[in-house]
């Protein structure tokens, strides 16, 4: 007995001196330290390299994703300008006022025309009668203001430079850093040269988005930056198509060079906006400095000294329900498939009507964020203006394709709740 016990306890400290052995052996063995693995973007997601000036057309950059009420799909909003954005967060709730959408005929074919100027009727609505004792009194709401027609030399064709930097949630991805170009519209709202358009066309736009790489999924936070802007108006004496030649035939408008350079100037940002705002609130203002490189060999030699300029007017104060709107863009088709990159962009019109307003849940909880339409847009409509019988209610920022197009656009009443309370800038000045 006493022997097998020994032979038991023997074995055992073999064993154990083997286990130390090859732990001391692997312990001993030199180690070559761990490689930071960078984030690799899906090619789909990076931005274009940007193109030499007077080159050929490359594709435009896929730009950040505009926040919506459920992940990436086809019935999701995404950009205007991009055809494949990456998944997107959804985002905080908010507070709406919904009316259900009026189908909209589709466009058809595109050929170049030209024609007169559309203006639609005002639609005033009906006198509210207040409450109150005999005798009843019938107060009426302000006068609309009447219908104009829309100069064209407003409408704005915008390629900015830009940065895309992403940065991963795990820090064990190295962040990447892109550069490439994008390309909107805009809307002069300015005498002296201010442009409207979107922060993910001319300005920072900071968005989340979820990709898998490898097996795990990783949340990223992608800053785009724009790094300089060139801008080219209509020509003097171009007539823009009416609604109805938009809904039949759609012919195009010509943008000849993109003479301009135009900088930041107004950016809404800060702590007063909640994350759905900071999302949402996608527009920025440029201004105009000078002449591009370009401009002399396309016979621009000077800056006017005063921009024809559009009128915003709050969409809260027309609002109803199939109101007709229409609204002038540079489609990434038209625009990509048209001779000279830097000299050349085509405007395409869109009609469609109003369907909901929704208002913003901290800076702009008192007024309207944004507002839908059934507006057919494709990609590269970004920052597009949108006119209500002449004038700017709202800027294109995204749109969802299911059964018919949706189109969402910044309400013109937060834009001037900005610039008002922020800038003290003042329509028509």
Known sequence: MKSGFLNIILLVVIGAGLVLGGIGAYLAIPKTPEKKPEIVIPASAWPE???????TTTAP???????SSSPASSTAF?????PTPLPILPPPPRATSTAAAIPLPP?????????PQATFPATSPPPIIAATSSP????????????QDIDPGVIVGIVCDIKEEYAASDPQYAPVTET??????GVIIDKRGYILTNKHVGGTFVQKATTTIGYDEVTLTITTRNTGCWAGTLSQGTTLPTAQQIQTFNPLARIPVLAYIAVPLYEPSGKTFSELEKFEADFTVLKITGLAP????????????????AKLLPVKDIFKEGAPVLSYGAPADASAAKGDFFSTIYILGATGQLSKIEKGNKAFADVPLTVQMNMEVSGGRSGSPVFWNGYVIGLVQAYKANNKTQ???VASDAILKYLRETHQWEPGQ
């Open 49 to 55: 390299p940007a193109p030499p000036r007077n080159s």
């Open 294 to 309: 370009d401009a002399t060999t396309f016979g621009v030699t000077s800056t006017p000294a005063s921009f024809p300029y």
């Open 180 to 185: 490439g170009y994008s390309r909107g519209t």
């Open 407 to 409: 189109t969402r656009a």
């Open 61 to 67: 950059v896929a730009h950040a994703p505009i926040a």
């Open 136 to 147: 009843q009194i019938v107060s009426s709401t302000p006068a609309l203001p009447p219908a």
């Open 107 to 115: 466009l058809q074919t595109t050929i170049a025309a030209a024609s």
């Open 78 to 82: 995404v950009p205007a300008n991009s």
